[in-house]
């Protein structure tokens, strides 16, 4: 795929404000509680990589960086496919109802072209991604903070909940 080719089957980030706007906007909120989340990206012999990495959602997308040599951007320039983990934080004991859970993205990263911060420099910073997403859940609590909650949405079956002891 080239710069800015997007796979018509895997939707943008305002396919799910649009489909699941309420579960969108608590997966945005877990986002948006931490500066730093956790990428997952394929080596070229098949095995993961985690690096750390800032994101934002921007005019319907969900859109990351690579530095220059970063292996992470030549990981998704070799294997598009990635999982972005948003920050974490732990319930506070007797106080479990009032964790907020956290929220996973999962797709594949479409190339949105050069990133430069230093306007005199000819040289590009990174390349920016936009992601092409094929799940979004958030794992949380119950009410009572007894059983865990997993919401999952996937643009062929949508939301679904289930709940685990």
């Keep these: 795929m080239g710069v800015g080719v997007r796979c018509a089957a895997v939707p943008a980030w305002k396919a799910i404000e649009q489909a699941e706007p309420e579960f969108a906007r608590r ?19 098949g095995s993961p990589r985690i690096s750390g990495i800032e994101c934002e959602f921007t005019d319907g997308d969900l859109s990351f960086g690579s530095m220059t040599g970063a292996r992470k951007g030549a990981d998704l320039t070799r294997d598009p496919r990635f999982a972005l983990h948003g920050p974490t934080f732990h319930p506070e004991e007797g106080k479990e109802a009032d964790w907020p859970g956290e929220a996973k993205v999962a797709g594949r990263a479409v190339p949105a072209g050069p990133v430069t911060t230093d306007a005199a420099s000819e040289q590009p910073d990174g390349e920016m991604f936009v992601a092409d997403i094929t799940e979004v859940v958030i794992t949380a609590l119950n009410a009572e903070a007894t059983k865990l909650v997993v919401e999952s949405w996937t643009p062929q079956r949508g939301l679904r909940r289930v709940e685990r002891d």
């Design 27 to 45: 997966v945005r909120r877990l986002f948006d509680a931490g500066r730093h989340k956790t990428i997952a990206t394929l080596r070229a012999d």
